[in-house]
């Protein structure tokens, strides 16, 4: 079977699959939006608010990672813009291709409206990612329309080709951003951001370093309410997942999304633990031991390099720190 013919099969069993679901979604996508409105959606107002943006592999991986921090910006007003830089359109064991991809789309459509943020996905396919002129174009600019005060993405030591590419794609957009002759037809930043990478426990070339941690306890249960409206990817199991995942009545779905919701608790418990002494640092001790769940970002080398005083102005949702 070539290449091709896989690919048609894996939209004939989407297909099938969606129509033996219910997934009526896919048939009824919302139409894009106007140019109009398109353009309101890449640049947010000039308000004095923060803008961030964070890009994520695919149509999941933002929301896992920053997903409780996003909550915290735009509980206080900022701005938060989440990029899927692929479609997914092969994240799942019985659909592919397009309609795979809408459905995908949909889903962080909706977790968006959770969180309260913008949410974009590239017309890249799943698994294809690669670190190109043509792609470091597309971040650069996607970083200059957000007129973006922190970039976050995955460090460029990643288990998955994508994460991995985002990671060199973001780097190599650190200095590009400010260049005025590159892109020129999206104007240049006139402050270079600081940029971030998110969390993760790969040890080689070099561990993660939680230089921000986050709290996120009090958002957690609306993270979590993003997350399982992923369901392609938590509640069904993504590429990895099996017909069994599959729930057949509301009973079963909502024991499946609980457990999705306790299996991503002991994730966000894990990290905590794991960045405990920063969450000491930054809470101070009595309130950092306290932290149950967080999320950790680390300062990438390339960008602006804040002070302590500055990544509490970044992120504002920290305590300040006890007057000496």
Same mark, same amino acid.
């Given at each position: 079977?070539?290449?091709?013919?896989?690919y048609?099969?894996?939209?004939?069993?989407?297909?099938?699959?969606?129509?033996?679901?219910g997934f009526?979604q896919?048939?009824?996508?919302?139409?894009?939006?106007?140019p109009?409105?398109?353009?309101a /959606?890449?640049?947010?107002?000039?308000?004095?608010?923060?803008?961030i943006?964070?890009?994520?592999?695919?149509?999941?991986?933002?929301?896992? *990672?920053?997903?409780g921090?996003a909550?915290?910006?735009s509980?206080?007003?900022?701005?938060v813009k989440?990029?899927?830089?692929?479609?997914?359109?092969i994240?799942?064991w019985?659909?592919?291709?397009g309609?795979?991809?809408?459905?995908r789309?949909? /889903?962080?459509?909706?977790?968006?409206? &959770?969180?309260?943020?913008?949410?974009e996905v590239?017309?890249?396919?799943?698994?294809?990612l690669e670190?190109?002129? @043509?792609n470091?174009?597309?971040?650069?600019?996607?970083? *200059?329309?957000?007129?973006a005060?922190i970039v976050?993405g995955? =460090?460029?030591n990643?288990?998955h080709?994508d994460? *991995?590419y985002?990671? #060199?794609?973001?780097?190599?957009?650190?200095?590009?951003?400010? #260049?005025p002759?590159?892109?020129p037809?999206a104007?240049?930043?006139?402050?270079?951001? &600081?940029?971030l990478?998110?969390?993760?426990?790969?040890? *080689?070339p070099?561990?993660?370093r939680?230089?921000v941690?986050?709290?996120i306890?009090?958002?957690?249960?609306?993270?979590?309410?993003?997350?399982?409206a992923?369901?392609?990817q938590?509640?069904?199991?993504?590429?990895?997942?099996?017909?069994?995942?599959v729930?057949a009545?509301?009973? /079963? =779905?909502?024991t499946?999304?609980?457990?999705?919701?306790?299996?991503?608790?002991?994730?966000?418990?894990y990290i905590?633990?794991?960045?405990?002494?920063?969450?000491? @640092?930054?809470?101070?001790?009595e309130?950092?031991?306290? #932290?149950?769940?967080? @999320?950790?970002?680390?300062?990438c /080398?390339?960008? =602006?390099q804040p002070?302590?005083? @500055?990544l509490?102005?970044?992120?504002?949702?920290?305590p300040?720190?006890a007057?000496?």
């Amino acid at each position: 079977m070539t290449r091709w013919q896989w690919y048609a099969c894996g939209i004939l069993s989407g297909l099938i699959l969606a129509g033996s679901l219910g997934f009526a979604q896919l048939a009824t996508t919302p139409a894009a939006p106007t140019p109009a409105a398109a353009a309101a /959606e890449k640049t947010p107002p000039d308000d004095g608010r923060l803008r961030i943006i964070e890009f994520g592999a695919h149509p999941d991986d933002a929301e896992i *990672r920053a997903g409780g921090a996003a909550l915290l910006w735009s509980d206080l007003g900022h701005h938060v813009k989440f990029v899927s830089v692929t479609n997914g359109d092969i994240g799942h064991w019985a659909a592919a291709g397009g309609p795979l991809a809408l459905r995908r789309a949909a /889903e962080v459509r909706q977790a968006a409206r &959770v969180l309260g943020i913008t949410t974009e996905v590239l017309d890249i396919h799943d698994g294809e990612l690669e670190p190109t002129l @043509e792609n470091r174009r597309t971040l650069t600019r996607l970083i *200059r329309r957000w007129n973006a005060d922190i970039v976050i993405g995955h =460090r460029p030591n990643d288990y998955h080709p994508d994460h *991995r590419y985002v990671g #060199v794609l973001m780097q190599d957009s650190a200095f590009m951003v400010s #260049v005025p002759f590159f892109c020129p037809d999206a104007p240049p930043l006139r402050k270079n951001p &600081v940029f971030l990478y998110s969390y993760d426990n790969f040890q *080689r070339p070099n561990p993660f370093r939680p230089d921000v941690a986050v709290a996120i306890d009090s958002v957690l249960d609306r993270k979590l309410d993003a997350l399982v409206a992923i369901e392609s990817q938590f509640v069904e199991g993504g590429a990895l997942g099996n017909s069994k995942l599959v729930p057949a009545n509301d009973a /079963e =779905r909502q024991t499946r999304s609980q457990q999705v919701r306790d299996g991503f608790k002991r994730r966000f418990a894990y990290i905590a633990d794991r960045c405990r002494e920063k969450l000491l @640092e930054l809470y101070g001790p009595e309130d950092g031991k306290q #932290v149950r769940y967080a @999320e950790a970002f680390e300062i990438c /080398e390339y960008g =602006r390099q804040p002070t302590k005083d @500055e990544l509490r102005q970044l992120f504002p949702f920290l305590p300040k720190p006890a007057a000496r």
